[in-house]
């Protein structure tokens, strides 16, 4: 069984070697090189595969394995993805909640990103209106990331601006008998993590369980986490894989509210005292069941699933005049298919990639909202039912023209609906129920060129579309007790033109992308001319553009180990990453061409680590928001410049003892993590604004993990 799947199709999109002709003129048969490796899942690929995807892919890409985010405090998205060009997470700083935007997306999110879709193993995570909670994820379980920016997430059917991140799980293949890890650190930390990964012969199994516990940096911020995942995998055949997934988790958080500018620089632990008396914060239990089965034999590959998560959720926000939310609680499900298929082909004796997908999904979202009185629900404020229907379909070709150039051109169709029903209504008032319905059409274009072995150009034009969530589309009507109203809005859509240089040359890897997208109908908070506030708008025009560049280079080899000594040497590695994220009005009558808010302009990232063989390693890290930014699209108040220094060290093998220590914020900067935008803080309270969420002090974390 193990004959085909021990075979990895290794060099296929890069090209073949000519044919030879035989002594007669005829040709001989064409003979594929492939390349040997360990048996592997087919529904979960290893990360080398993985990366061959970068030939496919006319834009931004980059794999980011978990070695690097076990060495340190291994906890969240900021851990998994730090570093990585073109991706800003912001939030409480070593809080879970909080939100990713890659290239100005979710802008107006708030504690659940949206405008880039979240996959697990190909299926959407996502909620049905397009928002995700990042806590429905088990990082430690996780081989890698695929962090798809833009409109390069057309392989997963991804529609949005910001783009995608697929997160590979761990199979039996991948993983050991017994993985235990504990970690412990400043402001209550703590984590636990115990796994098991075993094969059988045709059947590998995974399980993991985890633990997670904060009392927090900020008064009010303390929060838990448990989570179950498992998976158990089936080879039916040489060519055939199925594999079922099982997740659950139960989240209970605080919140401890936004400050204002100064109390965020006398006093960064404190919490909002509105916070404290509502008693702000989230909780919910999540179950997850997905199926998947896949095909390979080497031209055709295809993967077909279905899933079904459920949420129960209460979330206690603010109550009064400004804030009629209150507390919402709410049971959802979520039910979908996935279908993706991989055809190679040739075509005009060059080589060609054809692929299909279709992935939809509904949910049903039953809830009521209530008024908050001191943290205990009080009347029923609006009572309703969501449904969102989602369809996309997705097809792709790529052609090769020459054994260095290929065109890639796709198209996206998509049906979207957004339907409320109103409870509340009836009997309080007029009945709001409504709904909207959607239909998108996205081409793409694009070309990539080999520079040489391990390098290539690309430059891709494409279109994005982002129909509007239900926190879009509902609000609070303005007289006291009328409920909710829905809104009808269009949806958010741009052009964007990319172009970039990625590679791998001796000691140096590099990765660079720059775009620039003219949007319309961004969907944005703002006022009126007058200064009254409109909620969730369409803004007619707007520009998001940037650079997102990263650099990797082995400045010393051999330091103190020379590799005629040893099989292996010592080596002094240097990680850079730059982002450029420049987000505009474009001829706005109230904003003019100010800059969006809330997404920092400049942020450099680097590490430089020292490295043995055996596994020890150590060196500095920089984090640095370079200027300041605004936190209103009126751009009279802003976020201040920050830098933020740290250390780690350790020892890690493959098998048996690891351990490390890590320092954060070294120097006890002071800072905003992240700010709610808002649109003009004169009128809503200039410098008194509660809108600065402060990031965690001077912080030391340590772990110790085994592993046989």
């Known amino acids: 069984m193990a004959t085909y799947l021990g075979l990895s199709v290794a060099v296929w999109s890069v090209g073949h070697a000519e044919v030879p002709a035989t002594p007669d003129g005829g040709v001989m048969p064409r003979v594929e090189v492939v390349g040997v490796q360990e048996p592997y899942s087919t529904t979960a690929p290893p990360k080398e595969l993985a990366e061959l995807q970068k030939s496919q892919v006319p834009g931004a890409l980059t794999i980011r394995d978990t070695e690097d985010f076990q060495r340190g405090r291994a906890s969240g998205f900021a851990d998994l993805l730090r570093g990585v060009p073109g991706v800003m997470v912001q939030g409480e700083s070593t809080a879970e909640a909080g939100e990713i935007s890659i290239r100005g997306s979710g802008v107006l999110a708030d504690l659940e990103p949206i405008g880039l879709q979240f996959l697990a193993d190909g299926f959407s995570m996502n909620q049905g ?47 050991s008998p017994i993985a235990l890890r504990l970690d412990a650190g400043s402001y209550g930390f ?64 605080l919140f401890p509210g936004g400050l204002t500018k100064d109390q965020l620089e006398s006093n960064p632990r404190q919490a909002n005292d509105d916070a404290v008396e509502q008693n702000l914060g989230k909780s919910w239990d999540y179950t997850r069941v997905a199926d998947k089965v896949t095909f390979n034999n080497g031209i055709e590959q295809f993967a077909a699933g279905v899933y079904w998560w459920h949420r129960n959720l209460e979330q206690r926000d603010l109550f009064g005049e400004d804030s009629p939310e209150g507390i919402r609680a709410y049971h959802a499900d979520n039910a979908g298919l996935l ?9 005009f004796h060059r080589d060609n990639l054809l692929t299909v997908g279709f992935s939809p999904n509904v949910e049903r979202e039953v809830g009521q909202n209530f008024e908050n009185v001191e943290g205990q629900r009080g009347a029923v404020t609006a009572d309703d039912k969501l449904k969102s229907i989602n369809l996309p379909f ?36 007029e009945d ?19 520079v040489q072995p391990g390098s290539q150009v690309f430059a891709n034009w494409s279109r994005s579309w982002q129909p509007p969530s239900f926190d879009n589309l509902l609000r609070f009507g303005e007289e006291p007790g009328s409920g909710v109203e829905f809104s009808h809005l269009s949806p958010q859509h741009a052009w964007t033109v990319e172009t970039g240089y990625r590679g791998e040359q001796g000691r140096w890897r590099w990765e660079l992308a720059l775009y620039r997208s003219r949007v319309r109908n961004e969907l944005l908070r703002v006022n009126n001319l007058e200064g ?27 330091v103190f180990i020379r590799r005629d000594v040893q099989a292996s040497a010592d080596h002094l590695t240097l990680a850079q990453s730059y982002t450029l994220t420049d987000l505009r009005f474009d001829g706005d009558p109230v904003y003019s061409n100010n800059r969006i808010a809330v997404i920092p302009v400049h942020l450099y990232e680097a590490s430089l680590t020292y490295e043995t063989p055996p596994g020890f390693y150590l060196g500095p890290n920089l984090r640095w928001n370079i200027t300041k930014y605004p936190v209103d699209h009126a751009n009279t108040l802003y976020a201040d410049a920050w830098a933020l220094l740290g250390f780690r060290a350790g020892y890690r093998v493959g098998k048996g003892f690891s351990v490390y220590v890590e320092a954060r914020n070294l120097t006890d900067k002071r800072y905003a993590s992240d700010v709610d935008p808002i649109p003009d803080a004169r009128i809503a309270g200039g410098e008194d604004t509660r809108i600065f969420h402060p990031g965690d002090g001077r912080s030391y974390y340590g772990g110790i993990s085994w592993t046989w």
């Open 129 to 175: 209106d397009g928002e995700v909670i990042l806590e429905d994820f088990d990082l430690a379980s996780i081989q890698y990331a695929e962090v798809f920016r833009g409109a390069n997430a057309f392989r997963y059917g991804g529609t949005t601006l910001g783009g995608a991140i697929n997160l590979v799980s761990r199979t039996g293949y991948d993983s």
């Open 190 to 253: 703590f984590r636990g993590h115990a796994s098991s990964g075993w094969v059988d012969g045709p059947a590998d199994v995974y399980a993991a369980l985890g633990a997670r516990r904060l009392d927090g940096y900020r008064a009010h911020s303390r929060e838990e986490t448990d989570n179950l995942t498992a998976s158990l995998g089936w080879k039916l055949s040489d060519l055939w894989e199925n594999r079922t997934y099982f997740y659950s988790s139960r989240t209970d958080r």
């Open 339 to 347: 279908f993706d298929s991989q055809t190679k082909l040739e075509l």
């Open 394 to 429: 997705y097809l792709q070709d790529q052609q090769h023209l020459s054994d260095q150039l290929s065109v890639v051109a796709g198209l996206q169709a998509l049906y979207v609906s957004r339907n409320y029903q109103d409870k509340y209504g009836p009997s309080h008032g």
């Open 432 to 450: 709001e129920s409504a709904g909207s319905v959607y239909r998108g059409l996205n081409p793409k274009v694009g070309l990539i060129y080999q």
């Open 532 to 558: 009254q506030s409109l909620g969730a708008v369409n803004v007619p025009r707007s520009v998001h553009q940037g650079i997102e560049a990263g650099l990797e280079v082995e400045l010393l080899d051999s």
